[in-house]
């Protein structure tokens, strides 16, 4: 009878190979269009490459069409170890990178990744390399083992999370990849210790405000409206309003409460000496999902509504993105509870569980009905420059995923 100690040895002994794995594949650029990428299909194929290597038996590519792309193809991988069972237990990952954003703040190129003092450097090393190496070479463990698993045991490595998932998840789950029994992991989230596992998230609502006044020169601001003005006083105005009336505390979430943030701001006009007309700027809420996100809209367009009265401007609430909170994944279980024992075989840790303000595949798949957990341990690199991960969490995490797949795919055939 296999044993975990001996297939956690087994990880161990593939630390070199699990770093080339990823420095090679963090080589292969996999930006998206919407950041002036050509997509994921150069590392797509190098993923599937390395699957076919070490012996998946069912290796799959979705491809969803997308026109922005040179091969007008979006790909998604699915490999999988069929058991007696259609019955999945999932590792979700995703292939793509938001863009490097200023080159000269990183200390070497992104795309030249290289080892140093136990981390691998390079753009999307953490976000999402480390999981996607650590969950190929946890499922390979498996791979040469006689039996035959009970439940399925599949990676879904896709495309577009970075961007919304239209072209990623949620192309698959309209294919019908997932079964409402089966089991997902995603490790698009943690800590530094491990010792966090994501159930909930909120409700994201992006407002975009148009205030439309009326420009004239700075020395006669009579004669106009000025409509950054009053654009600064209903920012302030409303968010004062929006936190008392969305005020409730819920100790499951980080934070503990709705955030309402005020960020983009456009330019409104090029000189100084002149009063604008016009005055764009962006909200982003983290609503708790105690709230209608409807509810929120309309209560800005009545505050607009004041102002405009008020001012004499017009203003426009308008919403940039709305993602709504699916069900948050039971507490106890099955699924949590065989996760939480790999943490603290592990990590020697107690995992507990937490919402946050998003956003994940995993709230992708509550929304349509599916029971997901997002986990891995991250030191918080993710869309930094010189992003980072530890070695040590890449072995680590792919250990807990090992264990998860033998608890859970082949069921009282290990020991100790």
Same mark, same amino acid.
Not at 97 to 112: I, K, N
Not at 160 to 187: H, N, T, W
């Given at each position: 009878?296999?044993?975990?100690? !001996? ?8 630390? +070199? ?6 420095? +090679? ?110 969950? #190929? ?55 530094? +210790? ?58 499951? /979430? ?29 909200? %982003? ?11 929120? #809209? ?34 106890? !279980? +099955?699924? #949590? ?19 946050? !303000? !998003? ?10 009905? /599916? ?25 680590? %995490? ?13 069921? %009282?055939?290990?020991?100790?």
């Amino acid at each position: 009878m296999p044993s975990i100690d !001996g297939l956690l040895t087994v990880i161990d002994d593939n630390e +070199e190979r699990m770093i080339e794995a990823l420095i +090679e594949m963090l080589r292969i650029p996999a930006i998206g269009p919407e950041n002036g990428g050509d997509g994921e299909f150069e590392r797509a194929r190098f993923i599937m490459e390395m699957l076919k290597d070490f012996g998946f038996e069912e290796v799959e590519m979705y491809d969803a069409l997308d026109e922005r792309v040179r091969l007008r193809q979006r790909p998604n991988i699915i490999a999988k170890k069929k058991g007696e069972s259609e019955r999945t237990v999932w590792v979700v990952t995703h292939m793509d990178t938001v863009p490097p954003g200023d080159l000269d703040a990183w200390m070497q190129p992104p795309f030249a990744p290289k080892v140093e003092n136990g981390k691998v450097y390079g753009l999307g090393a953490e976000d999402n390399g480390q999981a996607i190496i650590a969950s #190929i070479f946890a499922a390979k463990a498996m791979l040469s083992l006689e039996e035959s698993p009970k439940n399925s045991l599949g990676l879904a490595i896709v495309a577009d999370e970075e961007a919304g998932s239209q072209k990623g998840i949620e192309f698959l789950i309209q294919e019908g990849v997932f079964g409402k029994d089966d089991i997902i992991y995603v490790p698009d989230f943690g800590s530094k +210790e491990g010792d966090v596992i994501e159930i909930a998230e909120k409700t994201i609502l992006w407002l975009r405000i148009m205030v439309d006044g009326k420009q004239t020169h700075a020395s006669t601001p009579d004669e106009g409206i000025n409509a950054l003005k009053v654009g600064s006083q209903f920012l302030v105005f409303l968010l004062d309003q929006l936190n008392s009336m969305y005020g409730r505390r819920d100790t499951l /979430f980080m934070p503990d409460r709705s955030t309402f943030e005020p960020t983009k701001r456009l330019m409104t006009v090029g000189n100084v000496n002149t009063v604008p007309g016009e005055d764009v700027f962006y909200i %982003d809420i983290r609503l708790l999902p105690y709230y209608d996100p409807n509810n929120v #809209i309309e209560n800005a367009k009545k505050v607009a509504r004041i102002f405009e009265d008020r001012s004499g401007a017009r203003i426009e609430v308008g919403v940039e993105q709305l993602g709504k909170t699916g069900e948050p994944s039971p507490m106890e !279980g +099955e699924a #949590i509870d065989t996760l939480k024992e790999a943490i603290k075989r592990v990590r020697g840790v107690d995992a507990r569980s937490c919402g946050i !303000g !998003g956003g994940t595949c995993a709230n992708i798949f509550r929304q349509h009905g /599916f029971q997901a957990y997002a986990w891995e341990t991250v030191e918080g690199m993710a869309h930094t420059p010189d992003e980072y991960c530890k070695v040590d969490n890449l072995v680590s %995490d792919s250990k807990v995923f090992a264990q998860i797949f033998a608890r859970l795919c082949y069921p %009282d055939q290990f020991g100790e």
